[in-house]
């Protein structure tokens, strides 16, 4: 595997059959930058062929799960780019959403954005009670992506998915618990050994059913991605796009005119 640049880092940990990875990309509030999603696609491959892994805990380091993407770096020049940046990400959303093994998010803090795509395609989410999630992705031109137009409807039904995806409302912890979005909501800073007492149980099941009633309930998974590569790549180049990673980076308001 190639070196993270310098401030980013996935860790690994193990504790028996579960696998632990952990973003700390502190600059960006653990923003889901290439190299570490491509970091973490390498890992989640070698897992899947690893019987000794039986379930996989993904979290954030110093109280933030996940910022979203790293808006820095989002710079997306032509469709061959932006199919390209789009299927590099989707590696590591399909072996989390399709994969065999299963997959506890444990959130802390901000899961937004990209964030928000990451945990969705996580079996499972225990958040602390200071959790914020948030979608978004229309305030930089974008529509939602890495997954989340097929996860989170699966989670909270369409209704609820179209309010998330539209409004960018900020949820708290406990409201998200009471729509479907969390599985369970836990004192501050108790994320993640909650999603390790989780994890354990899983590893602790027959590894089979597991993977089979994940192949089951991901079905669609792959048509969903391939059809928001196409429009997210349409998108990364319009005129829109543009305006609001600009107003992003100089944070300021945009100022969309619909191009």
Not at 44 to 61: K, P
Not at 139 to 146: C, P, R, Y
Not at 213 to 225: Q, R
Request: proline share 4%.
């Amino acid at each position: 595997m190639a070196a993270l640049p310098e401030g980013m880092a996935l860790h690994e940990a193990r504790e028996g059959g579960v696998l632990v990875l952990t973003l700390d990309y502190p600059a960006r509030r653990n923003a889901l930058a290439t190299p570490l999603r491509d970091r973490m696609a390498d890992v989640l491959e070698v897992a899947e062929g690893d019987a000794s892994v039986r379930s996989i805990v993904v979290t954030g380091a110093a109280g933030v799960f996940c910022s979203g993407g790293d808006l820095s770096s989002m710079d997306v020049a032509d469709a061959l780019g932006g199919r390209e940046r789009l299927r590099r990400a989707h590696r590591a959303i399909r072996l989390l959403a399709a994969g065999s093994k299963p997959v506890v998010a444990a959130v802390e803090g901000w899961c937004v954005g990209a964030g928000l795509s990451l945990a969705c395609a996580c079996d499972l989410i225990v958040a602390a009670e200071d959790a914020r999630f948030m979608a978004g992705f229309g305030k930089v031109g974008l529509m939602a992506d890495l997954g989340l137009p097929f996860t989170l409807p699966a989670r909270v039904g369409a209704g609820r998915a179209r309010r998330i995806l539209m409004l960018h409302e900020q949820m708290t912890a406990t409201e998200a618990e009471r729509i479907g979005l969390v599985d369970e909501v836990v004192s501050r800073a108790q994320a993640l050994p909650a999603a390790m007492e989780r994890a354990r149980f899983l590893a602790e099941q027959a590894p089979a059913p597991m993977a089979l009633t994940k192949a089951m309930l991901s079905a669609g998974l792959d048509a969903a991605l391939e059809v928001e590569r196409h429009y997210q790549t349409t998108l990364f180049l319009s005129a829109d796009h543009r305006e609001g990673r600009a107003a992003f980076l100089e944070k300021r308001a945009p100022r969309f005119g619909g191009g």
